[in-house]
C-alpha cells in the first residue's frame, strides 16, 4: 500500500489530487472517521459514479484504503505526502505561514492521522451536531455540543496541543461545508473559515481552543438561523424567531415577545400567524418537539430528562404532544430510530426537518 515514494515532485503531485473537485471533502470526512461508500454519498450529494472515481483515484495514489466495506486513511504514506506540503502551511513548519496558500492548502495540515484504528464518536450523533448547525438549531447545537479531544477523538498528533488544533480544523472544515449546502454563500462561508483557521494557528492553550471552538459554532449557527430566517419573513417576525431559537429550554409566553419587539400581544399574534402560517403557541410547540426528537434519535437522554429539558408542563403532557405532532410516543420513535441512520425526513405540523 505504501505507493507515495520521495522524489522532487512528489508534493506537486500529492498537490494536484488534493486540489481536484470532492477531493478534499473525501479526506475530511475519512480522516475523522471510517465511512461506506454510502456513508459519502449521503454526505457529500454526490453521484455514486463521480465518488467512485474519487475514491479510486485516492486507491491508486495509496492516500486510503479499504477494509471490507469501509474507507479509510493510509496512514503512513498519506503522512509521508502531506507532511511535505505542511512545510508550507505554517513558520513552525518552516514556510511563509498560511497566507502564502491558496484555499484548497489552508484546509490540509490537519488531515495527518496516526497510525493504527482508534475509536471515533458515532458517525450518526456527530452527522446530527453539524446538521443542526446547518439549519440553525441552536439550542440542539448547545446540547449535543462537546468539547475538542475527549473520549470518541482519534489522535491526530501526539503532541496535545496540535492535536486539538487538528480537530478543531477539521471542524471549521465540516461545518463550512455543510453550511454552504444549507445556504451560505461560498465566497462569505470560506471567508469565515479562513478567519477561524487563522486564530486557531494563534491559540497557545487548551482553553484557548475551546473558547473558540464554541465561539466558531455559535457564531456558524446563528449565521445559518438568519440566513433561514430572512429568506421570506419580516423584521420582528425574524427578530421573534431568533427569541424562540435562543429559549427553546424555557417557558416562553407570547408575552415577553410582544414587549421585547415592543408590540401589541393582538398585533403581534395576528403577524406571525400571516407570516408563518401557524399559530405562535403552535409553532413553539413544533420547534420543541423537532428539536426533542432530534435529541432521542442522537443522545442517550432519557424521554424524561429532555421533557424536563424542553420545560414540558409534565412528561404526560410532553408523551400526548410529541405523539400529535410525530405520530408515536418518544419511548417508540427512540426504539424505532435512536442511532439507525441519520438520514430522516421528519414532518411536523407541515415542517420538514432532514437530518
Known sequence: MDKIEGGADTELKIFSLLSQEDICNILDILSHN?????????????SDEKLTEKLNLLLDAGLICKSEIYYMISQKPFEKAIAKLMQYCSPQYGG??????????????????????????PFEKEL????????????TVKTLFTKLG?????????????????????????????CINGGMPPEKAYSLSDIYVMKVDECTSREEIDELHYEMIIDFTRRMRQIQNRRIYSKPIINALDYI??????????????????????????????EIGVTFSEYVTVKKIEAAANM?????????????????SSHSYFIKV????????PKEYRKNYYKVGWIITQKCNGYTTFF
Do not use: C, W
Open 34 to 46: 471510517n465511512s461506506t461508500k454510502e456513508q459519502l454519498i449521503l454526505l457529500l450529494r454526490i
Open 96 to 121: 511563509d505561514g498560511l497566507h502564502g496558500l491558496n484555499r484548497v492548502s489552508l484546509d490540509k495540515f490537519f488531515l495527518i492521522s496516526q497510525e493504527n484504528a482508534v475509536y471515533h464518536a
Open 128 to 139: 446530527a451536531f453539524y446538521e443542526s448547525v446547518r439549519s440553525g438549531n441552536l439550542e
Open 150 to 178: 475527549g473520549a470518541g477523538f482519534g489522535v491526530l498528533s501526539s503532541d496535545p496541543l496540535r492535536n486539538l488544533k487538528y480537530h478543531l480544523v477539521v471542524s471549521i472544515a465540516m461545518i463550512t461545508r455543510f
Open 245 to 274: 431559537s435562543d429559549n427553546l429550554h424555557n417557558r416562553i409566553l407570547i408575552q415577553e415577545i410582544a414587549d421585547f419587539l415592543s408590540l401589541s400581544v393582538p398585533y403581534f399574534s395576528r403577524l406571525f400567524k400571516e
Open 296 to 312: 432521542l434519535q442522537f443522545s442517550d437522554y432519557s424521554a424524561v430528562e429532555i421533557s424536563n429539558l424542553f420545560n414540558f
Open 322 to 329: 410529541f405523539k400529535k405532532h410525530m405520530g408515536m410516543t
